[in-house]
């Protein structure tokens, strides 16, 4: 028999009174009962679910318990990308950054919405008509990982949303953290248990988000803080401020210390707040966040690469400490770069425990004069990667140990060049050298450029360390008998990784470029690439000074013509300086280069790099916009689509938008262009106008 009226109503006044007593606690940090009181109103409403099952549902505060274990995490692709922030280091960065924001503008001041920067993980919360149906990790921007289990078990996340037009389709974008206290209180339990003690509370957040178990993430006190969103389908915010406190009074907790100021002084007034009370802050912060408050020109502002250009993190001056260096070392890089890198006596610094530093360079070292058995202060830049600020003691100093950069590789014995006007010391060995080797594969496998599954560290080291392959070519000539005899590796993991082998040998200019690793060219570098040369074989010919002296030239040319007010010409390759031309040049006349490159592209065992069109196209040079979900591709599929028949995708609507693609839910930008008069196509539109339908 169903429950009764009665009944249904008891257990909903059951669930609206735990869930305010959520947000008194969580979010107010203001209880206004005991936990006593809070587990017997809990308990109450488990029992009357367990006798009418018809009564449970997602969105109950009874679901935070967890659940049966995951065999594993569901990959989810996230709607709007999950993009990171420019670091500001120094005041001056700050006063830069502010500087192309008001020219990018046209105006004379900006007002910004300045926030602390949680140290914790980023996840994104999807909801439908104000129910919780997904949570992600950010993955790499693109694709995260699907935790929602576990986030249903962080008692700051509202399961369910106030009615309102803008809760209908919401993703709320924030960090999950562990308070400091709780920090402590955890990995007490944990020693006591004999179990894992955690570095730091980001560490313990990350690892408690991504347990199979969600049971055990229950156990443990995360928090969550709110700063964003990433889809809002039906919101009239005019401003992030505006936004957060609407997030604030939908019951998600936001920073109390958020702020909006006008200008650099007063967002430098709000760093130095913060700074000055951030070791009372209940949270480990490592920065603040500025971001242009109107959302408006948010739009207007967009994207660089792979980060706003209308936002910048602050950060705060790491943490040191001092400790000795035992033994000065050199580390070969990707690039074949040497870097001296200082053996330390174990030390914590900002609760991570540090053995080795940087030193960066052979001139870095020489400045601040580090030999071994000297005393350094040691600190993790940005929060992260820990190098030597300076020497603080002495050490015996004798003139045998001073250090000297070697004159050969010390992973392949090649010898080493520094070429004028570097700072880096470079081993030429190139993919013969091992320490390049493997790093070299790994970029080239990775998933942003040949997208190849399943070759990841472990395997790389056995393919290179048993001397299987010597260059990214080889991958081609690897058959599943070989893959199937090393270590964990059986005959199914062998079959997918040759599968995605195949899979990769067809393949876009602009992927294979980035693929490559040289040094200097990433993913926007490599699409400008594609788009001037159109073809592999056109690039490899550049002449690359002829192109440097007509950049320079064409530059001097639009410099006179500003003066007098006419129109500028095009500039071919904008967005690459000289430096990067050169390291192009160097790159496609290293002869070991160009043999790894013709192996990769032997027509019978190969990769089919294909052209990207030209400007014989009929539409070629045009810009398109992106905005709302498309159903058979993705964003990065539809830009790779376009970018390959030689147009430009941009961020945000302007009169140079020549079209917008619209898919569902689109948002202001849809409206922009309505309003500038800007053609509108759709999905099928757009494969029609590329000639793919």
Sequence with gaps: MGASKQVRARAERLRQELEHHNRRYYVLDDPEIDDAAYDR???????????????????????????????EFAEVRHRAPMLSLANAFEEDEVRAFDK????????????YAAEPKFDGLAISLSYRKGVFVQGATRGDGATGEDVTPNLRTVRAIPLRLPKGHDTDDLEVRGEVLFYKADFEKLNARQREAEEKVFANPRNAAAGSLRLLDSSITARRPLRFFAYGVGIAANSRWKSHSEMLDRLSGMGFPVARERSVARGVDELLEFYGGIQRKREKLP?????????????????????VSRA?????AHKYPAEEQTT?????????GR???????ARLKPVEVGGVTVTNATLHTEDELRRKDVWAGDLVIVRRAGDVIPEVV?????GPRRSDERFVMPDQCPVCQSPVVRLPGEAATRCTGGLYCRAQRKQAILHFVGRRAMDIEGVGEKLVEQLVDRDLIESPADLYRLEKETLAGLERMAEKSAQNVVDSIQRSRSMDLARFVFAMGIPGVGEEVARILARHFGSLRALLGADWPALAAQKETLRRENAKRKRKGEAPVEVPLEGIGPEIMESLDKFVHETHNRKVIASLVDPERGVAVRDAAMAAAPLAGKTFVLTGTLAGMSRDEARALIE???HKVTGSVSKNTDYVVAGAEAGSKLEQARSLGIAVIDEDGLLQLLGKR
Excluded at 47 to 69: I, N
Excluded at 100 to 111: F, K, P
Excluded at 308 to 312: D, G, H, M, S
Excluded at 324 to 332: P, S, T, W
């Design 390 to 394: 300076g020497v603080h003691k002495q």
């Design 324 to 332: 000795e260096v035992l033994k000065i070392e050199v580390q070969v």
């Design 100 to 111: 192309r924001v008001r020219d990018a503008l046209g105006v004379e001041s900006v007002e």
């Design 308 to 312: 706003p250009r209308f936002a910048i």
């Design 335 to 341: 690039t074949g770069v040497l870097t001296p890198v």
């Design 41 to 71: 109103l809990f308990r109450e409403l488990v029992e009357l679910e367990e006798e009418h099952e018809e009564l449970k549902s997602p969105d109950s505060p009874t679901q935070r318990v967890g659940a049966a274990p995951l065999p």
């Design 283 to 303: 949270y480990a912060i490592d920065g603040v966040v500025y971001k242009v408050n109107r959302l408006d020109w948010q739009e207007k502002l967009g994207f």
């Design 644 to 646: 390959a028949q030689g």
